[in-house]
């Protein structure tokens, strides 16, 4: 009952048993309605020839509490033997010495590629006068940059020991008593990711890819990001890319048919561009926190955090997930949107290979809130639509199938 994954190929059986993790705050009340189109999406698509068996597995608060670890070791294990799994939000205390469980998971399962899908679904209101036009996919490294978490707090021997040593081995000058991190950006986590990015692009036949970097001011880190990126394209994706250069230098302006444009973009130019020219961006490779940034602001053009599906995929298993917060004050209260944890359950089944699922639980969606029929966040802002709470909403959807 369990997905197989070896190399490229991976094996799915019609009967596949796939951890979960409820998620804190918001997380059991998004999962329950999410579980209840899934199920019910499988079995429009297949019938009885193909089904989900869920396994609950614990981290967050419900790890704490039952096992008194926030990221329980079976956890990780368990989802490396499964190969797939999906998460609701979980809790990361702010400014206080718990790691992020979010990035933890990413890190010890080493799920370097955050992808991040945006693109607009009608009527949802936005800010933008021509929301459509928003149809990216962001690759975000997620492994190092500063969410590596090396960092000592300031006043601290630590600190101290680290500043005495770039002062006096380095001739770095720092503020007194500062709070120091280290960004560390590789070659190889960079390339890994790029190539990722470049692949998705070939495999779906986009235009570019755009290398996110600021790299005229951290040269050795974010412009090593831009260098590499193009590096890996040139080694690997030569017959299959060209660089922007190269189009205006040797192609009159106009891509090679069939070629995938390798560009770079400053990230705070680039922070204008998708607001000016969002439909010139198609896949953005970028490092970690630069990503983050990006990732949230892109939702933000289509509606927000509750529509925004998101996945974590690595070389050998990966894990799908909503992309907003717990949201606690609205916890147990039936009330959320969950549509962010519903399509990245379609992002899950399309990365099995159960791509009708995932093409039944999108236009079910899309026909729920056309009508109107929409949780508080969007009711909100809709005029004339119709209330309801996150299990009718589900319940709505379900019924488009």
Known sequence: MKIIKKDDNMSVPD?????????????????????????????????????????????GEKGFKKAG????????????????????PLTTPVGKGIRSVNVAIRQKLDLFAC???????????????????????????????????IEWQAGSRDAEKVARFLTEEMGVVLPPGAGIGIKPISAANTKRLVASAITYA?????????????????????GAFMQWG???????????????????????????????VIKDRIADMLFQQVLLRPDEFHVIATPNLNGDYLSDALAAQVGGLGLAPGA???????????????APKYAGQD??????????????????????????????LQNTIMEGTVTYDLARQISGA????????????????
């Open 15 to 59: 009967r596949v048993e796939i951890p979960f993790i409820e998620g804190d705050g918001i997380g059991p009340d998004i999962w329950n309605a999410a579980q209840l189109v899934f199920d019910r999406a499988v079995a429009k698509a297949y019938g009885t020839r193909r089904s989900i068996v869920w396994k609950e597995v614990l981290a």
């Open 69 to 88: 670890e926030w990221l329980p070791e079976e956890t990780l294990n368990t989802i490396r033997e499964h190969v797939v799994a999906i998460k609701g």
């Open 115 to 149: 992808v991040r899908p945006v693109s607009y679904i009608d009527p949802v209101p936005s800010p933008m006068k021509r929301p459509e036009k928003v149809d990216m996919v962001i690759f975000r490294e997620n492994t190092e940059d500063l969410y590596a978490g």
């Open 202 to 222: 070939i495999d779906n036949r986009q235009p570019s890819v755009t290398l996110m970097h600021k790299g005229n001011i951290m040269k050795y880190t974010e």
């Open 230 to 260: 193009y590096e890996v394209a040139a080694e690997h994706f030569a017959d299959q890319t060209v660089t922007e250069a190269e189009v205006y230098e040797k192609h009159n302006g106009r891509p090679p048919a069939g070629r995938v």
């Open 312 to 326: 974590n995929i690595g070389d050998t298993c990966a894990v799908f997930e909503a992309t907003h917060g717990t």
């Open 335 to 364: 009330k959320v949107n969950p549509s962010s944890l519903i399509l990245s359950g379609a992002m899950m089944f399309e990365y099995m290979g159960w791509k009708e699922v995932a093409t039944a639980i999108r236009g079910a």
């Open 386 to 401: 119709r209330e309801v709470k996150c299990s009718a909403f589900a319940e709505r959807i379900v019924a488009h199938f």
